[in-house]
């Protein structure tokens, strides 16, 4: 569509979001709905062993009008061949990236491009630069509060580069009816996992322990074990130690009163009267329904951890104080500077990013992509990025790339998608049997 014709039919937009997992294809699919009100949303799945399955795209329960499994060239393919108005790059940092050159590569000159948005599904809390520079050269940069828009623009700054894309907003799945209390304890405790933190199976068996033993101390109440994938799927991160597998192994069993759980997270906090967790964004979800909320201090307050980055929340906890009937409550101040303004009092966090994008759709053209990471800035760094996406150094896709499927016979295609998904489910048996088992036998 011209560039001149988009901002008259801006209540039909044409999005497309790329995805690597179940978590920012949720995060992508929201944020193309909060800039786009009633997009015709297309969605790609990159292909990679977190591609998510058919279950896990469900339990998100976000939909597109079309979605498909491609590599970063076919996805570069899609876009020369559709002509979207806005792409929404939901993707691990080296991903956004070697789009980004991939995209530049297309339209290495001012034209009417698609204007390119990215962003974090969640806590920044490593990796601030390297993922942040990987991601610069989109038209938005998306940072999901006030506190992380002032370190996205110091990063930026600081290597020279240009920081007009960073734009506030806030996580696009703060949603929700305000938390009302009954009563003054906790009827619905909710232990949500995260896949990679904590790493140890010590550390993962100790803490699904510690939340049985509150299970027996109040059997009045009912402790949920909010998992994020069943054993062989994989999702943002790798889960080598299943928490399915250790609570077969918990002394005893879970009481009755403890079970695994899956679904909709935000289903979940429907019902939940405590929630607790490490340091998974789910804690921000809960502070921002009112729910009283609490991030582990068990295993110590470390950046491996991820729960320094509430310090000062209020809500830093130990299964002992919780035990002891405390109900953490999030300090306001900390609230406010995080994005997190409460589910009756929130305003219109994404009216920055929506004006920011309707000014970029009213340009008849958008300059070519200007990512910081060149051949000149990162003649060592950037070529493998692109390698690992089958792309040149220049963003062309390398020979053989970019496969069209509509003359392949049907059989040939079901054989490749079964060879697919054989192939993964090798990588996920090695990663959650193989590995731990070499470790094991490493340190005896």
Known sequence: MPASNRAATRTALRVAVLADSDTRWKWGALTA???????????????????PTARQLGEVGVRA?????VTCAQFLAELERERYDVVVLALVGGAVQAALHGIRALWPEPAARPVLVTGYVGVVYEKLADGLLLRHGADLVLANSRYDAGRFRAVCEGV???AGAVTQTALPFLDGAAYERAGNSAHTVVFAVQPSVPESRADRAYLLERAARHARLHPGREVLIKLRSRPGEHTTHLEEQPYQRL???????LPANCRLVYGNMGEVL???DLLVTVSSTAALE???????TAVLTDLGIREVLGNHHFLGSGCLASWDQLDAGLLPQGDPAWLADQGVTGASGAGDSFAAARARLGELLDLPVLPAVAPYYTQVTAPGYLPGILARHHLAPDGTPLPGAVRESGGESRLRRWLRSHLREAARGAYRHGVQRVAPMIRRMGEL
């Open 65 to 69: 009008d079309r979605l498909s499994e």
């Open 247 to 253: 609570a077969e192994r918990v002394p005893g069993g």
């Open 33 to 51: 709905r909060r800039l786009a009100p009633e997009p015709h949303l297309t969605g790609y799945l990159l292909r990679g062993r977190a591609t």
């Open 160 to 162: 020279g580069a240009d």
């Open 286 to 292: 809960s502070l921002h329904r009112g729910i009283p």
């Open 270 to 272: 429907d019902g939940t």
